[in-house]
């Protein structure tokens, strides 16, 4: 047993990304006092596969990781999510660390050959789904995890914020 414990303790040391940028610290409290500037924020006609071939695009010039949020216009943690990244603090931060693309997955029915392009091919486990993936448009870095923000509207604004910068470079 305590082989095993050490195995998964090495594991998740492994697993944990290294050099995250530290979060931006934000001045809302609290999500109830989140300003609501998002309602629609995943284009339901968007060509999904364009959009994310664009963000790798970019990605590949400015060295920066993608960030694909996979999400639908129902889902109030998707809003949330959505909302809070409109934040100006935030805003600031994430675009100077990810691309970011955001993808209409509609009831677990739609473009779901994005997230399926990194492996993940059965349903989503809940949305959003953040997908972090190096430039070369390879590397899922947040594998594993990519449903961690599926009950954003339970967690603290700064949890959130922090959730999204460790997986900077």
Not at 21 to 49: I, M, Q
Not at 139 to 150: K, S, W
Request: charged share 20%; net charge positive; glycine share 6%.
């Amino acid at each position: 047993m305590t082989k095993l414990f050490a195995l998964a303790v090495v594991a998740l040391l492994l697993a944990a990304p290294t050099h995250a940028a530290t979060a931006p610290t934000l001045k809302l409290a609290s999500l109830k006092d989140l300003p609501v500037v998002e309602t629609h924020p995943y284009n339901e006609h968007a060509d999904a596969n364009a959009a994310v071939a664009a963000a790798f695009a970019k990605a590949r010039v400015s060295h920066k990781r993608v960030l694909i949020d996979l999400g639908g216009n129902w889902c109030g943690d998707c809003l949330v999510l959505a909302n809070l990244m409109q934040l100006s603090e935030l805003k600031r931060f994430l675009k100077a660390h990810y691309e970011i693309v955001s993808v209409d997955v509609g009831r677990f029915d739609k473009n779901l050959q994005v997230p399926a392009r990194f492996g993940i091919t059965k349903r989503l486990e809940g949305v959003p789904a953040i997908l972090i993936v190096e430039p070369d448009g390879k590397t899922l870095v947040d594998a594993g995890h990519v449903a961690a923000l599926a009950d954003a509207r339970h967690m603290t604004p700064q949890g959130l914020a922090d959730w999204l910068a460790q997986w900077t470079k």
